[in-house]
DNA sequence: AACACTGTCAACCGCGTCTCT
DNA sequence: AAGAGACGCGGTTGACAGTGT
């Protein structure tokens, strides 16, 4: 059997100092990513495995974007978490450079609040009548709503209002096709694993006639989501 | 200037799934 | 096939910074 992934005595925990990363960087540019377990004790690090994926997943990787979100980057987590739900991860793996910790955070520090603004109910994206919809009032909400009103002419708040009503017998919710333009590029391999990518895909019955190398625009081959949850 | 309140974000925790023995 | 460890994910927390009073 396998040994635990640490002993949780002897791990530091908290913010990381400029040494650990240094030593963390230094490791998996000398050995690649993968077996966090024996990675801190390799890399002289006194670390649980799992803080040392977090850590470099989250904050040291070279491949992040960093920085504040574009407005395409917006609409395009509104959009996927309109189809998605919570599944960060996946949504992060079309945002190129972004974290599903960082893609978390945003929606729940910025996105979250403009949609409430606008009377959108984030957890179903639809117009919710019961909560105040300030608009043109509120001139903080017409600046900040600029890209939002991209959302609202791509019609996604009545398309994803409605699919989430049209519940199939099995209980499922069934999406129609939705022109969803997402036109970012894969996520890299090392971000999310290209196998664990494509099972949750099949999971979620995302039919866009893709093959990994493949950019993804799904303009009309519409993903068909069937959503498990 | 000092305090309270609010927002942001890095990091942790717990759980579900996968993989290995 | 079963059980245990590893991994990955989403939810939550807490420290810190910024803003208001």
């Known amino acids: 059997m396998r040994k635990p992934c640490c002993d949780k005595e002897d791990t530091n925990k908290g913010a990381w100092s400029k040494q650990e990363d240094q030593k963390l960087i230094d490791y998996i540019r000398k050995h690649g990513e993968g077996c966090w377990r024996t990675l801190p004790q390799a890399a002289g690090l006194l670390r649980c495995g799992k803080s040392c994926r977090l850590r470099w997943i989250n904050y040291l990787r070279p491949d992040l974007k960093r920085g504040n979100f574009a407005e395409d980057e917006e609409d395009l987590i509104i959009k996927l978490h309109a189809l998605l ?95 969803l333009d997402l036109s970012m590029g894969f996520p890299s391999s090392s971000s999310l694993g290209v196998n664990e990518d494509e099972d949750k895909e099949k999971k979620l019955n995302i039919q866009p006639n893709l093959s990994q190398q493949q950019e993804l625009v799904a303009p009309s081959a519409a993903a068909t989501l069937v959503l498990f949850r």
């Open 85 to 179: 739900g919570n599944r960060w991860s996946l949504i992060a793996g079309r945002l190129p450079g972004r974290t599903d910790n960082e893609v978390k955070n945003y929606w729940n520090s910025h996105l979250r609040r403009k949609l409430l603004n606008m009377g959108i109910d984030p957890n179903n994206h639809r117009l919710n009548h019961s909560l105040p919809r300030p608009a043109h009032k509120n001139p903080e909400n017409s600046a900040s709503t600029a890209s939002t009103s991209s959302l609202m002419n791509n019609q996604l708040v009545s398309d994803a209002g409605s699919y989430m009503e049209d519940k199939s017998p099995s209980g499922l919710a069934t999406l129609p096709n939705l022109n």
